[in-house]
């Protein structure tokens, strides 16, 4: 249930009130438009120094100086108390269009990879995971209208769509004898295998800063999370032919078999 108490609660423990975060940008107490608390802090990711996210479901623009347009939002960018703050607005009608290519998604009977705009599965995310700062109901209803664990699905399903691209990129690499290239795209199956394990358990982040931090939290036992930075360690300064083709083959056998483990 969505509740006003939640996100009074974590302000407060970071010294600041719900009503300031409002009266910034001149949002009612009690919503609409709906504007709730979402990203790093409430994901408990997040540091002293991390800014403070703000979503604003609205077709107005932000009030405040300093503002950035991007392809789906508009920012306003404040300071308070030492902390920055972000007010993302997004329009309600292409809130629902989201919601719609969300839901006529069919993973696993096409290619859905890149179906979204990085800062649209962000916004997902953030509104899956938003805590409400004025509209309890009107959250909730924004929330009901995505399918959070078909959105994971995709997310998983993504992942293995791009794993198997950057298998097919990394091989062809090494058939070249281009070793620098091989080294950092085998690296990157590393990232891509623990991006598919943390959605395949339940993740819906897709940041690539919060990967490391996540699979802590999605693999308990640490077997996977220990494979994951005893590869992170590629650093071959001679490149040399017998090296490389030894660290491709581990990564790529982490990327495949976590591949497996999920399908089955």
């Known amino acids: 249930m969505a509740d006003l108490t939640d996100a009074t609660?974590?302000?407060?423990?970071?010294?600041?009130?719900?009503?300031?975060i409002l009266q910034h940008e001149a949002l009612p107490f009690r919503g609409p438009p709906t504007a709730y608390l979402s990203g790093s802090l409430v994901e408990g990711l997040g540091n002293y120094g991390s800014d403070i996210d703000v979503f604003v479901i609205d077709g107005s623009w932000p009030r405040s100086v300093l503002t950035i347009s991007r392809q789906r939002c508009r920012i306003g960018i404040?300071?308070?108390?030492?902390?920055?703050?972000?007010?993302?607005?997004?329009?309600?009608?292409?809130?629902?269009?989201?919601a719609n290519r969300l839901n006529n998604l069919h993973v696993g009977e096409r290619f859905v990879a890149d179906s979204f705009l990085p800062e649209e599965e962000h916004f997902i995310h953030r509104l899956i995971t938003g805590l409400a700062l004025n509209d309890a109901a009107g959250l909730q209803e924004w929330q009901s209208r995505f399918d959070s664990d078909l959105f994971r699905r995709f997310l998983t399903q993504q992942a293995v769509h791009r794993i198997d691209g950057?298998?097919?990129d990394v091989w062809g690499m090494v058939d070249s004898a281009d070793w620098d290239s091989a080294l950092l795209r085998a690296r990157d199956l590393v990232g891509l295998g623990a991006d598919l394990w943390n959605h395949s358990h339940g993740s819906t982040n897709s940041a690539v800063k919060w990967r490391a931090r996540l699979l802590a939290l999605t693999d308990p036992?640490?077997?996977?999370h220990r494979r994951f930075w005893a590869l992170q360690n590629c650093e071959h300064p001679e490149r040399e032919e017998g090296a490389v083709r030894a660290y491709v083959h581990k990564c790529a056998a982490f990327a495949e078999e976590l591949v497996e483990e999920v399908q089955s």
């Open 9 to 20: 609660d974590l302000l407060r423990e970071l010294g600041l009130s719900r009503e300031a």
């Open 166 to 168: 950057a298998l097919e």
């Open 221 to 224: 036992s640490g077997t996977v």
């Open 78 to 98: 404040r300071f308070h108390e030492h902390r920055r703050i972000d007010y993302e607005y997004w329009d309600p009608e292409r809130v629902h269009q989201l």
